[in-house]
């Protein structure tokens, strides 16, 4: 009987006791409404937890997030994308240019010159005013000043691999005695500087400098590696750029600490410390130098042309004084390890940031959520929310019920709500295309997807807007090209392709390929046959993958489809570049640089350009796109070579995705005019679509505010 | 005995070093990569990728990967590639958070499954049984993770109080008491959701271990002589029919540290089965194998625990 009854009165005792506590659990009432602190605090969402608090060395994007706000770069961008100055109130961009004095080389109308008449020659074609050509004429103008740098001797020592041995490494020393050096200053960065002197130094001269006769080594070492040592030491021509930042005064880290230039130079060094195993080493490997000039000017040289490097500086700004070698040798031996092994990463502050952004860390807890205040000394005033809350709620359902009941303050919408809550009069909602398109890529290095014919054609027998409208519930666009959408480098003139089956059919018999009597594609006898694949676990992409497979069945092709689970669709199949076609997605930034994807040298296992897309016009604009500081110019380059990958379709582009967010309807935008009168104003998105932008200026009222109609 | 314990603990630390070897190169051997050296990123060039690996000792081979990993282990050493935060105490904090939905879903599945499933071997295919099977099946199939969601759409719904998490967010600093309950309180729904499966299924054993000893003739013979019926079941039946559980209990020592991964995340808890699912997907390595090596060991204790408490439920049994 006894056993019997523990049986069934312990778990009755447990769930009762359970239960009774719902008596002392506050309300989602309490929560929000009737809690007055509520307004002032905005509640986020996100599905995971960030892992490291410090921008030089996270990856994740709700460590990014963070890091945001608690941080501030030099730079971020505007409402229409433009560079904008935060803790740099403005900058100059200028070019320093060298060249070595060829002196086997022929001048034409001067013949072989010395340094010094090579300078005189220059300056006097400077001063003519009669020079013909319009570019040489302007390349000449953007040079402001001609100077002459003597011959000079080095000595470097370089550890390379062992020929015989390939675990041993070498020492070999490079000896250099390069000849005197034109150093050009100019006002505007100039790519094509060296192209426009040609036509007065002649066409050879800095082709036919020949580094190597300069240079000598110890051991002797191979031919190619004796000129790979020549361009490296003594590179006939070298292009500068200077970045000069002019940095904000008085401006406070969130412990008291003023900011100043030697603040940018040590996150610069951070960055490039490989003891702290930086993901955004690659971003800095252009600098040569960053010097700091006084407290308040920083000043950053390139060892070559690289615009995006502009960009790079909207990175958070580390406190010096909380991180350098000795802050963390102290820390190390506070908590008894060895400060020898102690690097950044191990660092405490890494779960404590302090920044000099517009909000003040204050907690985080593991998986549960992250608490910001915001910066009362922030220099542009502190936001007007008092605090910032991050909670980390994994699942989409969860998050959506805490949205409702007020305790989340905005809501990211599935696709397949966005029906019903867009215009549910309760919230306000925002939506625009993310920065990331979806697209069907062939292998170019296999038949018959070398012909850009067979690779139209198969665009056009897919109808994109069906799958936007059917998969997708209308929460897309279609995109024809490599670009965000929403900057000036997409070339809106570019039409996509249409659906239109009929037309792929003469294109593939243009390219000989027939229907035979069954109505499949014949070429030689041979069936058109591929595998199509993509990885598994991504229902959108499955969809797609069933789409084209049957829109491709239509017009008589033989598809077979494959899905793979990630890793192993990835190391096996695109590293390799083992398949026919694959479905997959980009996701990208602002800056416009296709290097890595679309250029002819990035072909190999394990680059990018899986696809293999080859074309030299696309080549020099990638490298041109690279090197021009000047946004129309780059703009002008981009459309072209959207223009190019457009009419080759080496990939099929599918669509960019659309994302809406909702949002309470009393979060308003705040603002104090000079009166000191307060005017709230709707918020209201940037044409680039970020709703955010004025976050800082966000508050919750505690009814719904009414707005006059605008007109 | 001693001589029994001497010789188990002996056989199961051999086990244990295999199963450390086996899971070593399972992960190693699985496709993918740590997300550091993810090589679909253009941001990351091959240099970057090489200064990873070699910082995780990817670069050497495998028995010196082992080795290092199993030395920073045993000297605490071992940190998340992560976030670099020490794994150890890491997994402590997220197992103290899972415990008490551990504990709680036990108490209940370890009671409730009894009284219903000898109900339904005592009754067998009366209405209660059937409706006791009914249920049962319906409660096993359906996912937990369904269920779940109704569950919270209907407590948010119709009681206004919020339930996910391990406390109400913003609570601010209440008093103890209040501070307590409100824990108790987060507590219910992922419990007893943990529960009811658990319930449903053991339900199901205790059912057909007691119809098998119904049916004895020691049975028979204690109704005859006029003992109470629960007396009959609850003591001489029941205990006859114990010894399978007894397997089962032990090895529900491993649930410690698995967490459910489902339950835990749609109740946003930080427990431990998020944790290391989220290492998984990110080929966390550390994460990973010390979970597992810890798992082992209870798993290794879990059934030493049944093998000792084998004697206890059946004397005959000498070991």
Request: glycine share 6%; hydrophobic share 40%.
């Amino acid at each position: 009987m006894t056993i019997r009854k523990v049986l069934i009165f312990t778990p009755i005792a447990v769930i009762l006791f359970l239960l009774q506590s719902y008596f002392w659990v506050p309300t989602y009432e309490q929560q929000s409404r009737g809690n007055p602190d509520r307004l002032n605090e905005y509640i986020t969402a996100s599905i995971g937890d960030a892992s490291i608090l410090n921008p030089i060395l996270s990856a994740d994007s709700a460590s990014s997030q963070i890091n945001s706000l608690v941080f501030e770069g030099l730079i971020d961008r505007d409402e229409e994308l433009r560079f904008r100055g935060r803790l740099a109130t403005s900058w100059e961009v200028f070019e320093e240019a060298f060249f070595y004095i060829n002196e086997s080389a022929s001048i034409p109308g001067a013949g072989t010159a010395r340094a010094e008449e090579v300078v005189d020659f220059l300056r006097k074609a400077k001063k003519n005013n009669k020079v013909s050509d319009p570019r040489l004429k302007a390349c000449l103008d953007n040079i402001r000043e001609i100077g002459l740098i003597p011959p000079r001797e080095f000595l470097v020592i370089k550890r390379e691999k062992d020929l015989k041995n390939s675990k041993k490494e070498i020492e070999v020393k490079v000896h250099g005695r390069p000849p005197a050096r034109v150093k050009l200053t100019l006002t505007a960065v100039d790519q094509d500087l060296f192209k426009n002197l040609t036509q007065l130094l002649g066409e050879t001269y800095f082709t036919s400098f020949g580094g190597e006769r300069y240079v000598s080594t110890d051991p002797p070492v191979s031919k190619e590696k004796l000129a790979a040592y020549a361009r490296e030491f003594v590179p006939a021509t070298e292009h500068n750029p200077i970045l000069i930042f002019h940095l904000r005064d008085n401006v406070l880290f969130h412990d008291g600490h003023v900011f100043d230039a030697s603040d940018v130079k040590f996150t610069f060094e951070a960055i490039m410390n490989p003891r702290n195993l930086s993901p955004r080493v690659a971003d800095y490997e252009p600098v040569k130098a960053v010097e700091v000039i006084d407290p308040l000017t920083v000043k950053i040289t390139y060892k070559r042309l690289y615009s995006p490097a502009i960009g790079t500086w909207g990175m958070g700004i580390l406190p010096e004084h909380l991180l350098n070698q000795e802050a963390l040798k102290r820390e190390a031996l506070r908590l008894g390890k060895d400060p020898e092994k102690f690097s950044m990463r191990q660092s405490g502050f890494n779960r404590h940031p302090i920044g000099s952004g517009p909000f003040v860390f204050q907690e985080w807890k593991s998986d549960q959520y992250i608490v910001l205040d915001h910066f009362n000394r922030y220099w542009e005033g502190p936001p007007n929310y008092k605090s910032y809350i991050y909670r980390i709620i994994p699942d989409p359902l969860t998050q959506e019920m805490e949205f409702y009941a007020g305790t989340i303050d905005n809501y990211g919408v599935q696709p397949h709500q966005v029906q019903r809550l867009k215009n549910d009069p309760t919230y306000q909602s925002f939506s625009g295309p993310s920065f990331g398109y979806t697209y069907i890529g062939y292998n170019m290095r296999r038949e018959p997807f070398n012909d850009y014919r067979v690779r139209t054609a198969l665009g056009m027998a897919i109808d994109v807007n069906k799958i936007i409208q059917y998969v997708l519930y209308g929460q897309a666009e279609q995109i024809t090209g490599p670009f965000v959408k929403q900057t000036d480098y997409y070339n809106h003139g570019i039409k996509p392709l249409p659906y239109d089956p009929e037309r792929a059919l003469e294109l593939l018999a243009e390219a000989g390929w027939t229907p035979n009597k069954e109505g499949w594609l014949e070429k030689d006898g041979k069936p058109f046959q591929f595998t199509l694949i993509t990885n598994s676990g991504n229902d959108l992409r499955k969809a797609i993958l069933t789409i084209a497979q049957d829109s491709w069945k239509q017009i008589g092709i033989d598809v077979r489809t494959d899905l793979l689970e990630w890793a192993v669709f990835i190391q096996e199949r695109v590293d390799k570049a083992d398949f026919d076609a694959l479905i997959l997605g980009w996701s990208m930034g602002i800056e416009p640089d296709l290097y890595q994807i679309w250029h002819s040298s990035q072909t190999n296992p394990y680059q990018l350009n899986f696809v293999s897309f080859k074309n030299k016009e696309a080549d020099e604009l990638i490298i041109k796109i690279r090197q021009e500081y000047d946004h129309d110019m780059q703009v002008e380059y981009c459309h072209r070579l959207h223009e190019i990958i457009a009419r080759e379709q080496p990939y099929t582009f599918l669509y960019v995705s659309k994302w809406t967010a909702i949002l309470d309807k009393r979060i308003v935008i705040k603002e104090i005019d000079d009166k000191g009168k307060v005017i709230y104003k709707k918020i209201e998105p940037t044409k680039t679509g970020n709703y955010t932008f004025y976050f800082n200026k966000w508050i919750k009222l505690p009814e719904v505010p009414t707005f006059a109609l605008e007109g | 005995m001693l001589s029994f314990i001497g010789r188990s603990i002996i056989q199961k630390i051999i086990t244990l070093f295999f199963v450390s070897i086996v899971s070593f190169l399972i992960i190693h051997l699985a496709p993918g990569k740590p997300s550091q050296v993810d090589p679909l990123n253009p941001k990351f060039t091959p240099e970057m990728v090489e200064r990873f690996r070699k910082e995780f000792h990817l670069d050497k081979p495998l028995h010196v990967q082992y080795l290092l990993f199993y030395r920073d282990l045993f000297t605490g050493k071992t940190a998340s590639w992560k976030d670099n935060q020490p794994v150890l105490r890491k997994i402590w904090e997220r197992f103290l958070n899972s415990l008490p939905l551990f504990i709680v879903g036990t108490i209940l599945t370890w009671t409730l499954s009894f009284p219903v499933g000898i109900r339904s071997a005592i009754f067998r295919g009366g209405f209660y049984d059937r409706s006791a099977t009914f249920f049962s099946y319906l409660l096993i199939s359906i996912p937990g993770f369904f269920f779940a969601y109704i569950l919270i759409i209907f407590v948010v719904n119709s009681f206004h109080v919020p339930v996910i998490g391990m406390e109400t967010f913003g609570i601010g600093d209440p008093s103890w008491f209040r501070w307590f309950m409100d824990r108790v309180w987060h507590l219910l729904l992922p419990s007893v959701l943990g529960a009811t499966g658990g319930i449903a299924v053991l339900s199901r054993y205790v059912r057909s271990q007691m119809l098998e000893v119904e049916s004895q003739d020691y049975v028979r013979t204690a109704m005859a002589k006029g003992l109470p019926p629960e007396q009959v079941h609850y003591k001489h039946a029941l205990r006859n029919a114990l010894l399978p559980f007894v397997t089962m209990f032990g090895l529900i020592l491993p649930g410690l540290i698995g967490g459910s991964v489902i339950i835990e995340s749609i109740f946003s808890w930080p427990g431990m089965g998020r944790m290391a699912y989220e290492a998984i997907l990110a080929r966390d390595y550390p994460i990973i194998l010390t979970v597992n090596f810890v798992s082992a060991v209870l798993v290794l204790a879990g059934t030493f625990i049944s093998d000792v408490l084998y004697m206890v439920v059946d004397p005959r049994i000498r070991l």
